[in-house]
């Protein structure tokens, strides 16, 4: 995960603004902005220490594969729904091909909001699918009210796409209102 994400998502997820990280680290908000926005890339103690003050640390695990952090940040820079949906698809991919620690590892980190509530449902909606497949522990941002629609909707239907068909949707994406098929999370 970049540095420039790692730090944007660990700041959003402690709830605090870029000015008040610069007056906890004692640098300025536009070091932070550049920072998130991947125009520089900090040192390693830079970064550390950025990611004491949100309450954050680094430690290094072995895997491999996307995190819904990075998950996040593809699609909000998507530029179409086809885009976002391969970003979704990829997040997918990643959960199913890794296990135990691996997977919890990748579903850890609260992403930042996408910018689409439907997005956001659905991305807690897929950790919550994967790491229930395995009976694995669940991180708590996966249960916030944010991640949960009051309407159904299909975040990947486009003008042509079919609707779902609802006895394939699994419960976890049905209990968040997230109409997205079982057999489109197994593609790998």
Do not use: C
Not at 115 to 132: C, E, K, N
């Amino acid at each position: 995960m970049p540095a420039s994400t790692l730090l944007r998502s660990s700041r959003l997820a402690s709830g605090i603004t870029q000015g008040d990280l610069a007056a906890r680290a004692k640098t300025s908000q536009p070091e932070i902005s550049t920072i998130e926005s991947g125009k520089k890339v900090p040192t390693v103690e830079t970064l550390e220490r950025l990611l004491r003050q949100t309450g954050h640390r680094i430690i290094a695990v072995p895997g491999t594969g996307i995190d819904a952090a990075e998950t996040a940040e593809r699609i909000a820079s998507a530029t179409s729904r086809d885009s976002a949906l391969r970003a979704f698809l990829d997040y997918s991919d990643s959960l199913a091909s890794a296990t135990g620690v691996d997977r919890v590892v990748l579903g850890i980190a609260e992403p930042h909001s996408t910018g689409s509530p439907a997005w956001d449902a659905a991305l807690a909606a897929l950790v919550d699918y994967w790491l229930s497949k395995s009976r694995l522990p669940k991180p708590e941002w996966i249960n916030s009210r944010s991640r949960f629609l009051a309407e159904p909707q299909w975040p990947q239907l486009g003008e042509y796409d079919l609707a779902p068909d609802l006895a394939d949707v699994p419960s976890e994406f049905r209990r968040r209102n997230v109409f997205v098929e079982g057999s489109t999370l197994e593609s790998v």
